[in-house]
Nanobody, 128 residues
């Protein structure tokens, strides 16, 4: 089992940058695929980015490709989301999720239902 806590959200102007962090506690962090999702009121949770257990494979939602970068540090048990060129439509609560791998692979889970553990979320607001 793993617990995750997000941080780094805040208010930023359009075109600016933020870096979100997701700190994980518990055993065997490196056996988890990690992902970032976001959600706005009345909408479903949306896939933003995911990263394999090794960090060698990543996947991004279409709306953030080329602007956001996901990375992980398996020594610090932390996943990061670097967000550049932010737009007002990036405004949302951002959630970190963890998916336990059944076997070692470079699989990056893109679906909400695949993640067993979630943090409480961190608010990102981009002003125009």
């Amino acid at each position: 089992q793993v617990q995750v806590v997000e941080s780094g959200g805040g208010l930023v102007q359009a075109g600016g940058s933020l870096r979100l962090s997701c700190a994980a506690s518990g055993r065997a962090f490196s056996t988890y695929v990690m992902g970032w999702f976001r959600q706005t009121p009345g909408k479903e949770r949306e896939f933003v980015a995911g990263i394999s257990w090794s960090g060698e494979s990543t996947n991004y939602g279409e709306s953030v490709k080329g602007r956001f970068t996901i990375s992980r540090d398996n020594v610090k048990n932390t996943v990061y989301l670097q967000m550049n060129s932010l737009k007002p439509e990036d405004t949302a609560v951002y959630y970190c999720g963890a998916h336990k791998l059944a076997e070692v692979s470079e699989y990056v889970a893109p679906n909400v239902y695949e993640y067993e553990y979630w943090g409480q979320g961190t608010q990102v607001t981009v002003s125009s």
